[in-house]
């Protein structure tokens, strides 16, 4: 782990103590303290976690709520200068939690339309699973839904990319 602290600040604001915190921290995480056997290890209590996997579906899950809240903050700007909705309006605690279950219902949208069109596609035969467990997809170049497709493949998480045929 490296970090960065100025060498004419250290003493003043306990730079020093910061950085031997931090390499002390950095070094239970790895197991490398003396007298640790093992590294810090999730999986050993949560035996089902494959973090690639979690990771590709949590990103997917995130690039839909940016573009859904990019939408609604277009939408606010444009009822702020066209409209001429006051700016107060878009600060208050309801508007904030209303744009978060917006931004939310979004989502849960997309991911149904994403997996309709997945089961359509299963259907059509447009897909294929590969490999044993079945986590590998192919997607046919010619799936009418091949967009939502490959995004209901990401937010189920499956392994690798999906192969094109």
């Given at each position: 782990?490296?970090?960065?602290?100025?060498?004419?600040?250290?003493?003043?604001?306990?730079?020093?103590?910061?950085?031997?915190?931090?390499?002390?921290?950095?070094?239970?995480?790895?197991?490398?303290?003396?007298?640790?056997?093992?590294?810090?290890?999730?999986?050993?209590?949560?035996?089902?976690?494959?973090?690639?996997?979690?990771?590709?579906?949590?990103?997917?899950?995130?690039?839909?709520?940016?573009?859904?809240?990019?939408?609604?903050?277009?939408?606010?700007?444009?009822?702020?200068?066209?409209?001429?909705?006051?700016?107060?309006?878009?600060?208050?605690?309801?508007f904030r939690l209303a744009v978060v279950?917006?931004?939310?219902?979004?989502?849960?949208?997309?991911?149904?339309?994403?997996?309709?069109?997945?089961?359509?596609?299963?259907?059509?035969?447009?897909?294929?699973?590969?490999?044993?467990?079945?986590?590998?997809?192919?997607?046919?170049?010619?799936?009418?839904?091949?967009?939502?497709?490959?995004?209901?493949?990401?937010?189920?998480?499956?392994?690798?990319?999906v192969i094109s045929e």
């Amino acid at each position: 782990m490296i970090v960065s602290v100025r060498g004419d600040h250290q003493a003043a604001n306990g730079g020093l103590f910061f950085v031997a915190y931090v390499n002390r921290f950095d070094q239970v995480l790895r197991g490398t303290r003396a007298g640790m056997k093992t590294k810090l290890n999730l999986t050993m209590w949560l035996p089902n976690l494959k973090a690639p996997e979690t990771a590709r579906a949590f990103r997917a899950h995130l690039i839909v709520a940016s573009a859904a809240a990019m939408l609604i903050q277009l939408v606010a700007l444009t009822a702020i200068f066209v409209a001429g909705v006051p700016e107060h309006f878009f600060e208050t605690a309801i508007f904030r939690l209303a744009v978060v279950v917006l931004i939310l219902s979004i989502v849960a949208v997309t991911r149904y339309f994403a997996r309709s069109a997945f089961v359509a596609a299963i259907d059509r035969n447009d897909v294929t699973f590969l490999g044993a467990q079945r986590r590998l997809v192919s997607v046919s170049a010619t799936c009418p839904r091949r967009k939502l497709v490959i995004l209901h493949a990401r937010f189920a998480g499956f392994v690798g990319d999906v192969i094109s045929e």
